[in-house]
């Protein structure tokens, strides 16, 4: 079957959650299937993104994914732009080469560029949540214009991440069992 999540107490398809929102976050125990949606969410951009850009789209108008570990972001140096970007290209998501350093630091300065839509999954906040500095590392994905975002973790670290804030701007939906 279809993997499905709940808001509050609305059911739906965990696929549609991310149409039309900024900030989604995704929780779920072990196994729920966090990782294979995120991974989903940034393949379905890039689809989209593809498409776009072959139908003759100027760059600056497409959405493009990126996709990293939030464990992978907290150890990158740099602004959180710079950082979530390195932190993708590091992580070998994409199983390909970006070719040469040219290519790379293009790419870099296209997707760190403030008039550029992106679209940032971080996945697994669980992973580095015992970090303290979590919380604000939050707020810095927040305060990013033009960035819609994605984040998975299970429900403990996000209630520790988020402890007290207001979270009306994020949808969270959490994966029912299959």
């Keep these: 079957r279809r993997l499905r999540g709940r808001e509050s107490e609305t059911e739906r398809p965990a696929d549609g959650a991310l149409v039309g929102q900024r900030l989604l976050a995704v929780l779920g125990g072990p196994g729920a299937g966090k990782t294979w ?19 003759g789209a100027d760059l600056l108008s497409v959405e493009i994914p990126v996709y990293t570990t939030w464990d992978g972001w907290s150890k990158t140096n740099g602004g959180t732009r710079q950082a979530i970007v390195a932190a993708s290209f590091a992580s070998g998501s994409g199983h390909s080469d970006l070719g040469g350093q040219e290519i790379q630091d293009r790419l870099t300065r296209t997707f760190t560029s403030e008039r550029q839509p992106m679209l940032a999954v971080l996945d697994s ?42 979270l009306a701007a994020w949808r969270v939906m959490t994966l029912l069992d299959l």
């Excluded at 940034?42 to 072959?54: D, G, I, K, S």
């Design 125 to 166: 906040l669980d992973e580095a949540a015992a970090d303290t500095a979590q919380s604000s590392r939050l707020g810095e994905l927040e305060s990013i214009d033009r960035w819609r975002l994605v984040v998975t973790s299970r429900p403990s670290a996000w209630q520790t991440t988020t402890g007290g804030r207001d």
């Design 37 to 55: 949606l995120a991974r989903r969410y940034a393949r379905m951009c890039a689809q989209q993104a593809l498409a776009a850009l072959e139908a």
